[in-house]
């Protein structure tokens, strides 16, 4: 089984700068593609960034520039570096890693969501 914990949200103010980051533990043979998403209240989820394992990113427009995707192998872990903060960014960030598990499955994993609050 896969597990993703995240880790790095909280209250930042406007202008401001977070760091989240995303491990993945369990049977894992290899990663692919690996992004955050985010839910603002009362809106859907929408792709925040993605990396693959060539290392290509694909950001949303509302935070290209101001937002950069990074990702460790060996660590297993997704870096999402987050600069000039709006108030527009608060919702709940939760990372994705798509897997090969060690028997071989592909699956997607989720994690559990962390809170990014950015005061005007």
């Known amino acids: 089984q896969v597990q993703l914990v995240e880790s790095g949200g909280g209250l930042v103010q406007a202008g401001g700068s977070l760091r989240l980051s995303c491990a993945a533990s369990?049977?894992?043979?290899?990663?692919?593609?690996m992004g955050w998403y985010r839910q603002a209240p009362g809106k859907q989820r929408e792709l925040v960034a993605e990396i693959t394992p060539t290392r290509n990113t694909n950001l949303a427009d509302s935070v290209k520039g101001r937002f950069t995707i990074s990702r460790d192998v060996a660590k297993k872990t997704v870096y999402l570096q987050m600069n000039s903060l709006k108030p527009e960014d608060t919702a709940v960030y939760s990372c994705n890693q798509e897997v090969i598990t060690g028997v071989g499955r592909r699956v997607t994993a989720w994690g559990q969501g962390t809170q990014v609050t950015v005061s005007s």
């Open positions: 369990g049977s894992i043979l290899s990663i692919l593609t």
